[in-house]
C-alpha cells in the first residue's frame, strides 16, 4: 500500500475537485506519511498567442493570487496535521525565457515537478500540444524542452516523461518506432545524468481505450517503461495524479506497481530536498 504521494492536484486548476485540506485529511486517514500539493502551476502571461492560451487551456491554471492563497492553504493543513508531512508544489509548464517566472514560484516551493502538457517549437516559436501534436520530429523537440527545463535547475521530478506517446502518429497506442526509443533513451539518459526521478502515471490509465490490457495503456506505456528498465540506477516513482481524493483508492495503483515489478522496475519513494 502506497503511503506517500507528490503529485496532488485540487480545485485551484478548475479541472479537479477538493481543497488542500480534503486530499489532507483522505490522505491522513489512509496512514499516509507525506503528501505533496501540486496544482497545475500560474503559466506566464504573454507567453503566447490567444488561440494558444485558449487551445491549452491556460485560463484554468490557477492565477498568481490565487496561488498565495492556496501556499496559505497549505500552511493551514500542516498545522493541523502536524503527524504527517505535507509539502509544498506545484506541477508546472517550461516555456523558455519565462525562468524568472518560475524561479519566483520555486522560490516558495519545496519541490517543483515538470509535466510538459505542451511547450514552444525552438523552429517556428509555436507552441505544440504534447497530446495531439506528436511526430517523428517533434518527439525530438519535446526532449529539447525537457533537457532545458532539467538544466534550469527549476525542477525536482518528471512527471509523466511517455505523454509524448499519448497520439504519437495518430491514434493507435501500439505505435513505438526507432525514434520512439530513442527520445526514451534520451530521457532515461537525463534523468540518470540529473539524479531526476521519472514518474509512472497512476491517473494516465483512465485514457485506455481497455484498462485491463497493458499494451492499450497510453501512459505509462509499457514500451517506454520496457526501455527504462534497462537502465538500474533510473529513480522511478509512483505519482497519483490525483484530481480527486477517490483515487487515492483506485484500483490502478496497484496496476502500475504490478507494471512496475513485472519489469523488474524498482519504484523508490521521492525525496523532497527543499
Ligand atoms: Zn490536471
Ligand atoms: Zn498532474
Given at each position: ?132 501534436d506528436m511526430n517523428n520530429k517533434t518527439i ?28 504519437y502518429n495518430g ?8 525514434d ?95
Amino acid at each position: 500500500m502506497l503511503k506517500y504521494n507528490y503529485h496532488t492536484h485540487m480545485k485551484y486548476c478548475n479541472h479537479a475537485k477538493g481543497d488542500v485540506i480534503d486530499y489532507v485529511k483522505e490522505a491522513h486517514s489512509l496512514g499516509y506519511i507525506e503528501l505533496g500539493m501540486s496544482d497545475h502551476a500560474p503559466i506566464p502571461l504573454n507567453s503566447m498567442t490567444k488561440e494558444e492560451w485558449e487551445h491549452n487551456y491556460c485560463s484554468e491554471n490557477m492565477t498568481l493570487e490565487i496561488f498565495e492563497k492556496y501556499l496559505d492553504e497549505i500552511e493551514d493543513a500542516q498545522e493541523k496535521f502536524k503527524d504527517m508531512k505535507v509539502f509544498k508544489g506545484l506541477e508546472s509548464e517550461y516555456l523558455e525565457d519565462h525562468n524568472i517566472w518560475y524561479q519566483n514560484l520555486r522560490n516558495k516551493l519545496d519541490y517543483m515537478i515538470l509535466g510538459l502538457h505542451f511547450f514552444k517549437d525552438p523552429d517556428t516559436g509555436k507552441v505544440l500540444d504534447t497530446y495531439q501534436d506528436m511526430n517523428n520530429k517533434t518527439i525530438y523537440k519535446y526532449y529539447q524542452n525537457m533537457e532545458n527545463a532539467i538544466k534550469s535547475g527549476l525542477f525536482d521530478y518528471i512527471a509523466h516523461p511517455d505523454l509524448f506517446l499519448f497520439k504519437y502518429n495518430g491514434n493507435d497506442v501500439s505505435i513505438f518506432d526507432k525514434d520512439c526509443e530513442i527520445v526514451t533513451r534520451k530521457i532515461c539518459e537525463l534523468s540518470l545524468k540529473y539524479d531526476i526521478p521519472l514518474e509512472m502515471n497512476v491517473n494516465g490509465i483512465r485514457f485506455a481505450t481497455d484498462m485491463n490490457d497493458i499494451n492499450k495503456w497510453r501512459y505509462p506505456n509499457i514500451k517506454f517503461w520496457n526501455i527504462a528498465s534497462e537502465y538500474k540506477n533510473l529513480k522511478v516513482v509512483i505519482g497519483l495524479d490525483a484530481h480527486d481524493v477517490s483515487l487515492f483508492h483506485s484500483e490502478n495503483i496497484e496496476k502500475v506497481m504490478n507494471l512496475a515489478k513485472s519489469l523488474g522496475i524498482n519504484i523508490t519513494k521521492f525525496e523532497v530536498k527543499k
